[in-house]
Structures are given as C-alpha cells and as structure tokens.
C-alpha cells in the first residue's frame, strides 16, 4: 500500500454520493456517462458490489461499481472504475479493485471478475491485466459486444475481460 491509498478509506457507496460518482464519471472523458439518476440508484441497489474511496475529509474521490451476473453468482462484473484527476497515478483504481473483490469474496464467495473494455483503453487494459497477475489468476478476452450491435454506430466493441479463478492473497 502506498501512502497516497494510506491516506485513503474505501468502503460501500451511498445515495449521497451518486452526484460525485456521476461527475468523476463524466469528467473522466472516457466512460459512458450514464444519467444522474442511474449513480443514484447504482449507490442504492449496488452498494454491496460497489466501492468508494474517501478522502482525509471524506469526500468520494474515486469509485468502482458492479453487480454479481445473476446466472453466474460467484462471478462481479465490474460496470466502471473511475478516479479524480487529483488523485490519478496514485494507486487509487487498484486499491479499490482489490478491496471491492476480497470484500465480494468474503461476502459472496467471489472467484471470477468480469469487465468490458473498449480497445485502446490503456487505462483500463493495464488495470485489469495487473489485477490479474497480483491475483494469480488466468485472464481471457473476447469480444462480447462487436461494434454493429451499438444503435449509434460509433461505439467501439466491447471486449470481455474474464480474470479467474482467483487467489485473493496478494502474489509474490
């Protein structure tokens, strides 16, 4: 753990901070936004498979939202990972992943987490890549949503990260 995430508390969002979750969202310039609305609701009904992190004040600064796959009830797919630009390059996004997937273990006994990607997101590429290996865990991509199924016809395909099963004890 670095001093910066030290410094750091990551727990279960609430109601209250969908707005903030709604702006690093929206100013993160890369994800889909979506309504103000849905970060309420998603801090409501997603709490559980959700996570925060909280500055020295206790402000939001970076989030993690995802759902357990109702037909696959081991398996968290992780919705969106999204940090403050203050707080970039600290550690933060990792932090989160980690702590969201032992918490989701020891709760639901969590072995496989999921994420979409579109290519060329570096970001998110390295992210989940390297949780993978702090995990121990084998990493499988296909395309889940080609780029034709979108309505608008300028989103980029959605590739599937499948990372599991996983070790959550920190790898050597």
Known sequence: MT??????????????DGAALWRMARDSKVLDLNSSYSYLLWCRDFAATSAVARDEQGEPVGFVTGYVRPDQPHTLLVWQVAVDASQRGRGVAAALLDGLAARTAAERGLTTVETTITPGNTA??????????RHGARLEREVLFDAGLFPEGTHDPEVLYRIGPLSLAPAA
Do not use: G, H, M, N
């Not at 001093?3 to 209250?16: E, F, G, K, N, T």
């Not at 998110?124 to 290996?133: K, P, Q, V």
């Open 3 to 16: 001093a910066a995430q030290a410094d750091l508390q990551i727990d279960r969002p609430s109601v209250a």
């Open 124 to 133: 998110s590429e390295r992210l989940f890549t390297s949780f993978a290996e």
